[in-house]
């Protein structure tokens, strides 16, 4: 089993940045962020994948996120800058011990967490 705990939501104008911090109680191989917006569909921003020493981004947000991580405390960071309108959403943490084909695929990640929202305001 694995816990994730997200905090670092919030609100901010058009063109500020925010970080968001994941921290799990286990080792995993994969940890990623994925956002959802009011009636659309949970889609992937950022992943790491360890066993390929790799990050992943979404076209949406590359460029102005970017997904890190501290090992010592297990946890996962997305810091995201020039924010848009469009970048409004409740943001989750995923995490698997198994391997990712897609790293921005949610249907490999087997733990969430309970999300926290971001609001992007013009």
């Known amino acids: 089993q694995m816990q994730l705990v997200e905090s670092g939501g919030g609100s901010v104008q058009t063109g500020g940045s925010l970080r968001l911090s994941c921290a799990a109680s286990?080792?995993?191989?994969?940890m990623a962020w994925f956002r959802q917006a009011p009636g659309k569909e949970r889609e992937g921003v950022a992943a790491?994948?360890?066993?390929?020493?790799?990050?992943y981004y979404s076209d949406s947000v590359k460029g102005r996120f970017t997904i890190s991580q501290d090992n010592e405390k297990n946890t996962i960071y997305l810091q995201m800058n020039t924010l848009k309108p469009e970048d409004s959403a409740v943001y989750y943490c995923?995490?698997?011990?198994?391997?990712?084909?897609?790293?921005?695929?949610?249907?490999?990640?087997?733990?969430w967490g309970q999300g926290t929202p971001v609001t992007v305001t013009s």
């Open positions: 995923a995490a698997t011990f198994g391997e990712v084909p897609d790293p921005l695929e949610r249907t490999h990640y087997d733990y």
């Open positions: 286990s080792y995993r191989n994969a």
């Open positions: 790491l994948a360890r066993s390929r020493r790799k990050t």
